[in-house]
């Protein structure tokens, strides 16, 4: 009886634990989406969603002991911050930034320097650490990090790169048997996909003032 006393007064808590951390988890899953949904519709307020999810998942992180993950995602809440501020007064006497699209010249020098990048911090992985698959870890890490940029920017085929990085996180989550991870990712996908159709929508429009009236809806409701 002692024993069984014993183990339910360890394992009680260990549940309990792992409710709120599971709770939190869903919290922050359903922001980011919020926050990409946001995003696709030019929404200010994703930028709010996205600086809510990266603290759950900071102090997530932190708490399961994944620092480099926690680390990652404080950089997120800064970028949370810039976008907010560049996408309410980034965008000169118009206060408020517009959908640009950069030359492939420009795209080919930022992959092959953030290619470059991944492949050095795939490198140390790969000697000082245990990670699985450091390359492709390192890679989606790096290309991730700038796309947060090019979001800020609003840099039209930030969406194209998203494509790529989840397509690649996929096959990452289902090699480690993350099947809910991986259809999660499926999603963002999706996504992905719609936000750069979107965006390329009023991009054009911008482009061709005789498009103008073509402007969906819900951007003429953004911001």
């Not at 007064?9 to 919290?27: F, K, N, R, V, Y």
């Amino acid at each position: 009886m002692d024993t069984w006393q014993t183990l339910s007064d360890s394992l009680l808590p260990a549940l309990s634990q792992m409710q709120a951390i599971t709770l939190w988890e869903g919290i922050a899953v359903l922001l980011a989406i919020a926050y990409l949904w946001l995003a696709m519709k030019e929404h200010i307020a994703c930028w709010a969603a996205a600086l809510l999810s990266t603290a759950i998942y900071t102090v997530l992180f932190w708490h399961v002991a994944l620092l480099m993950e926690s680390v990652l995602n404080v950089y997120y809440m800064g970028m949370a911050i810039y976008g907010f501020w560049l996408w309410r007064w980034g965008g000169g006497s118009e206060q408020r930034l517009r959908v640009t699209s950069w030359p492939w010249q420009k795209h080919v020098r930022l992959i092959g320097i953030t290619a470059l990048v991944s492949l050095l911090v795939g490198a140390g992985m790969a000697k000082f650490t245990h990670a699985a698959l450091p390359y492709w870890d390192a890679a989606t890490t790096c290309f991730a990090v700038v796309n947060t940029y090019l979001v800020a920017k609003k840099v039209l085929e930030n969406w194209l790169y998203w494509v790529v990085i989840d397509l690649v996180s996929i096959y990452l989550y289902l090699s480690k048997g993350l099947m809910l991870t991986s259809m999660l990712f499926v999603l963002y996908v999706g996504m992905a996909i719609a936000g750069y159709l979107m965006w390329r929508r009023e991009w054009l429009a911008l482009a061709r003032p005789e498009l103008a009236g073509t402007l969906s809806h819900h951007q003429e409701r953004a911001l």
